[in-house]
């Protein structure tokens, strides 16, 4: 199956500032990748899928680049409750598959 | 706005099977457009997929969980449901229902995960 890695593990961030969170897949998955956003006690929230199409009322402070095996998430300016666990998933390749989530702490 | 909602047991025995059933409003679980499916996040852990169905009833499961898992649908009540057997302390986790948007072109139930239930917590143990 296709693993895909996260890094790194947890990202030390300041309010205001940028954060930039990896994905990286064991082999292609094209363009077929979502990033899902999972705050403590909630289930995962929708943010990218495409690899760069933002879902429904997510700000335009998160944007998604990447093809292939290397993505990006990146958060222009960490807002409050932007604090939280980020997880990419590829969905091109059977079986789809999550990375192990990369945690975004306040500095 | 869909909704959609877990219910079921919150603690198994060991070896017993896990029942979880997914109840989805707001919308029509008969939508040609979709698949339906179970995800589940062991405490501390990363998500991992279970498998899927579509309204018709084909299903998709994980090589990992097949030989356990079993999925239906009942489109007259607008749920699915989830199967589990011979359940151990592993298989403790939080477990969300879903709904998978899929690529263009693409059929073998794999998407993106647009709508999630709460989630629900099984907890395996005598």
């Known amino acids: 199956e296709t693993v895909m890695t996260q890094s790194p593990g947890t990202l030390s961030v300041s309010p205001g500032e940028r954060a930039t969170l990896s994905c990286r897949a064991s082999q292609s998955v094209s363009s077929n990748l979502a990033w899902y956003q999972q705050r403590p006690g909630q289930a995962p929230r929708l943010l990218i899928y495409g690899a760069s199409t933002r879902a429904t009322g997510i700000p335009a402070r998160f944007s998604g680049s990447g093809s292939g095996t290397e993505f990006t998430l990146t958060i222009s300016s960490l807002q409050s409750e932007d604090f939280a666990v980020y997880s990419c998933q590829q969905y091109n390749n059977w079986p789809q598959t999550f990375g192990q989530g990369t945690k975004v702490e306040i500095k | 706005q869909l909704q959609l909602q877990e219910s079921g047991p919150g603690l198994v025995k060991p070896s017993e099977t896990l029942s979880l059933t997914c109840i989805v409003s707001g919308g029509s679980i008969s939508s040609s457009s979709y698949y339906w499916g179970w995800i589940r996040q062991p405490p501390g852990k990363g998500l991992d997929w279970i498998g899927n169905i579509y309204y018709s009833g084909n299903t998709y499961y994980n090589p990992s969980l097949k030989s356990r898992v079993t999925i239906s649908v009942d489109t007259s009540k607008n749920q699915f449901s989830l199967k589990l057997s011979s359940v151990t302390a592993a298989d403790t986790a939080v477990y969300y229902c879903?709904?998978?948007?899929?690529?263009?072109?693409?059929?073998?139930?794999?998407?993106?995960?647009?709508?999630w239930g709460q989630g629900t917590l099984v907890t395996v143990s005598s």
């Open positions: 879903a709904r998978v948007s899929p690529p263009l072109f693409k059929y073998d139930s794999s998407g993106y995960w647009d709508y």
